[in-house]
Nanobody
């Protein structure tokens, strides 16, 4: 198990950028695949991006080309760089860890550890 803490959320105008960070504590962070999910009020949690242990990535269609997920195994941190933000990106963003590090799952059920979330609000 890893413990995850997100940071970097906030209020930004349409077209702006934010970088979210997720700090992990616990053993063997480098062995985990790491994902970002988001949940808007009244909607289900949805997949955003994932990076596996070899830094292979996969994105939701809605964010591909605008968001970039990356990881720094020396610092036990995973990042989500969000550019060209839109009002529909407004949500609570959650970091999650999948113990099967070679997987690039888009299913929340495959992620066993979750952070508490950080709010991103994009104003029009």
């Amino acid at each position: 198990q890893v413990q995850l803490v997100e940071s970097g959320g906030g209020l930004v105008q349409t077209g702006g950028s934010l970088r979210l960070s997720c700090a992990a504590s616990g053993r063997a962070f480098a062995n985990y695949a790491m994902g970002w999910f988001r949940q808007a009020p009244g909607k289900e949690r949805e997949f955003v991006a994932v990076i596996n242990w070899s830094s292979s990535t996969y994105y939701a269609d809605s964010v591909r080309g605008r968001f970039t997920i990356s990881r720094d195994n020396a610092k036990n941190v995973v990042y989500l760089q969000m550019n060209s933000l839109k009002p529909e990106d407004t949500a609570a963003y959650y970091c999650a860890a999948d113990h099967l590090g070679n997987r690039r799952s888009t299913s929340a059920g495959n992620f066993g550890s979750w952070g508490q979330g950080t709010q991103v609000t994009v104003s029009s």
